[in-house]
């Protein structure tokens, strides 16, 4: 809309209205979003000691770029990366380098991994934090101190190589294991907190990171055969998706097409994939319009129950499928809609409803008071109390937990699929089909590895009082345990872990502990620390 006809008296009148912009996670934007606040707050304002007071506009960007994980939903880094560059004449950068949540153990522990060649591209960890909080500190229960990172190794006694399958069992058995004693009455249980005011650990003070669903599977059925209670943390359900509210608007639409709020919201979906500049002076449409028709032709189609012409017509007939081709998550966002229509076509069939009582029904689905049958919230799990928190590395941006578990990444980050794949040259975004040309191949596999350790730093900084991480190698017996190929995601960790660690027992670093966790038993082989002499 700023870039329009009517974009000069938009930019005028929103500049008049707010004179100020705080933009927070700004590196999880993307150029069309930048463009906008640019115009708004920054272009003319270059230098606002010439413009009177009244009239200074200021813009604020916060933002991290070594978070910047969410390209697979359209976020560009490189867009930060520019408008940085861009902004650096007229604008003071600020950068915090404390960090007032972690132990100074944990900080440490991460800062040692970050420093040992961990980011390969431009975003690079160059301002190592401190400890803004001495006091915070974690011991054992029979006062020991705990220290902050702890490596469960998995070992094959028979010398077989395990498959990424089964070191992920190993592992998810000896963090289970882990979390059982961290949690008991015995001397290895954990008390977390500042100096002189320390508490024992809670289930909900637990969090176990996985790339995907599939790594944390296996510590969701260990812990709740040992009584110890743990949730998928705010695993969203299908109807919190962006998909169900957006055939919510059209029902709201199809109901009532002479209510103006209601078809606008309808015209902006996916169903129908216009853009706002081609709606301006909707309201003088008639029903004879293309658009006004079409939601009168879904309303009739209802009102004679033939709900499978008005399936057909919301997922076919509307291009739906042909305007989300080029779309990140494309795949996922049709089988949601797909999945959605069904459920409600499924509704209205046994019921024979009206499509206003379709809206009443899809909309208690939708706020979460329709009591959708099993199986129709095919994602939504749920537990009260404490609980063990089992949540991917995405999700776990922006929380913190005392003790963290990080399982996931052992095999490739490549994508399955026919969907586009993106890279950047001179910070411009191209989307390319397969087969990928080799130099193309090449700058998407580099830049889906500077994501992977974007990701897992993200992961690793999550902890407060204790780190877990798996590792492969040091000085186990070769052929032993699990070779992780330098495709995998947690390769930049184990990379960075075997430097510190190296062959040498006595030349390990006081603050790491590794355990083996012997294959068949899920259960480290040892638990003493194992100090640099």
């Known amino acids: 809309a700023v870039a329009g006809e009517a974009g000069e008296p938009l930019v005028a009148a929103l500049r008049a209205q707010h004179r100020f912009a705080i933009v927070d996670e700004f590196q999880d934007t993307d150029a069309t979003q930048w463009e906008i606040f640019r115009r708004l707050f920054f272009d003319g304002n270059e230098r606002p000691a010439e413009v009177p007071l009244a009239r200074r506009r200021a813009l604020y960007l916060i933002g991290d770029p070594k978070q910047a994980i969410y390209a697979f939903r359209g976020a560009d880094v490189h867009t930060y990366l520019k408008a940085r560059e861009s902004l650096a004449p007229y604008s003071r950068r600020v950068v915090l380098t404390q960090n007032f949540r972690s132990t100074p153990g944990v900080i440490g522990a991460y800062n040692a991994i970050f420093a040992r060649g961990f980011f390969t591209g431009p975003i690079r960890y160059d301002a190592p934090v401190t400890c803004g909080n001495p006091s915070l500190t974690a011991e054992h229960l029979d006062g020991r101190p705990a220290l902050p990172l702890v490596l469960l190794r998995p070992v094959d006694a028979s010398a077989d190589k395990l498959s990424a399958d089964g070191a992920r069992d190993v592992l998810a058995g000896a963090i289970a294991e882990e979390i059982a004693r961290l949690l008991g009455e015995s001397d290895a249980a954990l008390a977390v907190g500042p100096e002189g005011a320390l508490r024992c650990l809670e289930p909900s003070d637990i969090y176990v990171l996985g790339r995907n669903g599939k790594d944390l599977d296996g510590v969701h059925d260990r812990l709740a055969a040992r009584g110890i209670p743990c949730a998928y943390f705010k695993r969203h359900g299908l109807f919190a998706t962006r998909e169900a509210e957006d055939l919510l608007m059209v029902l709201r639409a199809v109901a009532d097409p002479s209510e103006r709020s209601h078809r606008l919201k309808a015209w902006l979906t996916p169903f129908f994939g216009l853009q706002l500049a ?34 057909r017509e919301l997922l076919h007939t509307s291009g739906l499928a ?88 052992l095999g490739s980050s490549e994508r399955p699929g026919s969907e586009p794949r993106v890279r950047h040259v001179r910070g411009t975004r191209e989307a390319w089909m397969r087969p990928l040309p080799a130099a193309v191949a090449a700058d998407v596999t580099r830049e889906q590895s500077e994501e992977d350790e974007r990701l897992f730093y993200v992961a690793l900084t999550r902890a407060r009082s204790r780190l877990y991480l798996p590792f492969f190698g040091g000085d186990a017996a070769p052929g032993a345990g699990y070779a992780l190929r330098p495709s995998a995601a947690y390769y930049r960790v184990q990379e960075a872990l075997g430097g510190l660690v190296g062959t040498v027992p006595s030349a390990r670093p006081w603050w790491i502990e590794l355990r083996d966790v012997i294959v068949g038993t899920g259960a480290p082989a040892a638990h003493e620390v194992r100090p640099a002499l």
Do not use: W
Not at 297 to 309: F, I, P
Not at 352 to 365: G, M, P
Not at 373 to 384: F, K, L, N, P, S
């Open 322 to 409: 042909r305007r989300e081709l080029f779309v990140e998550e494309s795949a996922r966002r049709l089988t949601n809609y797909q999945h959605l229509v069904d459920i409600l076509l499924t509704r209205a069939h046994g019921r024979r409803r009206t499509v206003d009582e379709l809206v009443v029904d899809f909309q208690a689905l939708v706020q979460g008071q329709g009591g959708p049958e099993v199986g129709d919230d095919i994602e939504r799990v749920a537990t009260e109390g404490s609980a063990v928190q089992l949540l991917t590395m995405h999700k776990s941006k922006g929380l913190e937990a005392e003790v963290v578990f990080v399982l996931g990444g």
């Open 278 to 311: 081609e709606l301006r002076g909707d309201e003088s449409l008639h029903d004879d319009h293309p658009l006004v028709a079409r939601l009168v032709r879904l309303r009739e189609r209802c009102e004679v129950r033939d709900y499978a012409g008005f399936a």
